[in-house]
Every structure is written in structure tokens, then in C-alpha cells.
């Protein structure tokens, strides 16, 4: 009987034990679902012929981000405003559109809209020649008979024109200096500094 009611016992309390060890490995928390998606800027603009990016970021009903999505954008007048799966905007004429991005994760879709302004050229426009060994920003656009000014950095850098150049020629090699150079004649110039590769820009003339 003694042995009887001593196993009982301990079976009693192995079972209390199982019991009691359901919560030790911690709660991992309620599945993300996919809930809000948005984009910025959230009001970009650009110019004629210049461009931006757009990010979206889609959340959780946390409010934590989430990996996987996959986009596509829209844009509501494309006369105005292109946009490319990569979500790079191009003005095309001044005016406004609405961009839409449709962003899905697993069975769950969103969309996120931003409203983008692209204004006309402007006369002038300046470009860094950085000592990254890059031209910021790359390409500009102005209006005939505008001007470009590239202000060169500590290191030395060129402007050679692929093609057609403006009257006053290509610009040699400068450091720590500025130059400009007037566009009469609409089209598109290529250049590039022939001291280092891949560094590249393009002025466009409207």
C-alpha cells in the first residue's frame, strides 16, 4: 500500500513538472502581417528630363519593417511623370502626377500613393565634381542659352564632351576652382573626365 500510494505520488509530481514547462521556451510573439506600406519622399519633385527615387517600406501591425515585398508602381499621367519598376521617377512636362505603388507580401496586397511636382528647366545648374571621383548630380537639364557650372574640388578633374560641346570647348583639367559653360543650342551634351574612369555626366538643353 505505502508503495503503491509513493508512486502515485511521484507520478503526480512528474506530471506537475511537464505541466509547469510549457512557457519556458518564451513567447514568440503574434505572426507579422503585413498591414501598411509607404513611400518617400512624400512629396518628391523633379525637373524636366531630371529624375528621382522613390522608397517603399512595408510594416507589420507593430509598426516593425518587413523583407519580401514586391512592387509595382503606376503613374497617373505619364505625359507628366514616368516611373520605372524600380521605382525611379522622370519628369517628362511641368505639371503633377500621382504615383501608385502596389506592394504584396505573401497573400496581402497594399498601396501607398505620393503626389509628384516636376517643374520646368531652369536657366542655370550646377554640378560637383567631388573627389569621390564622381559628378553630382549627373545629368541636369536646362533652357537653351542657360549655363552649367561644375565646381571642381581639391582633386583634379577635366570636362570632355563626347560630341557636340558648347562654343567655349571642353574644360581642363581644374581643382579648386569653378567654370561655367553657356548652352545656346537645345540637345544633349555627354562628357566626362578623362583622368578617371566611369566618371560620366550629361547636360540636356530644352
Not at 59 to 75: A, P, R, V
Not at 93 to 117: F, L, R, Y
Amino acid at each position: 500500500m505505502q508503495r503503491a500510494r509513493f508512486l502515485a505520488v511521484a507520478a503526480l509530481v512528474a506530471f506537475a513538472g511537464c505541466g509547469g514547462g510549457g512557457d519556458g521556451g518564451g513567447s514568440t510573439g503574434p505572426t507579422p502581417v503585413f498591414t501598411s506600406l509607404t513611400l518617400s519622399p512624400s512629396s518628391p519633385s523633379v525637373t524636366v528630363g531630371g529624375s528621382t527615387t522613390l522608397t517603399a517600406t512595408a510594416k507589420d501591425q507593430s509598426g516593425n519593417s518587413m523583407g519580401g515585398l514586391q512592387l509595382m508602381y503606376t503613374s497617373a499621367t505619364t505625359s507628366v511623370a514616368t516611373i520605372s519598376n524600380a521605382g525611379v521617377v522622370t519628369g517628362v512636362a511641368a505639371g503633377t502626377s500621382e504615383i501608385t505603388a502596389s506592394g504584396t507580401i505573401g497573400a496581402v496586397t497594399k498601396t501607398a500613393n505620393v503626389t509628384v511636382t516636376v517643374a520646368a528647366p531652369g536657366a542655370t545648374a550646377d554640378v560637383n565634381a567631388t573627389t569621390s571621383q564622381t559628378f553630382v548630380p549627373a545629368n541636369v537639364t536646362i533652357t537653351a542659352n542657360g549655363s552649367v557650372t561644375w565646381n571642381f574640388a581639391s582633386l583634379t578633374h577635366n570636362v570632355t564632351f563626347d560630341g557636340a560641346a558648347p562654343p567655349q570647348g571642353n574644360i581642363g583639367n581644374s581643382a579648386n576652382t569653378s567654370v561655367s559653360r553657356t548652352f545656346p543650342t537645345a540637345g544633349t551634351y555627354p562628357y566626362h573626365c578623362t583622368l578617371h574612369n566611369n566618371m560620366t555626366g550629361t547636360v540636356t538643353v530644352q
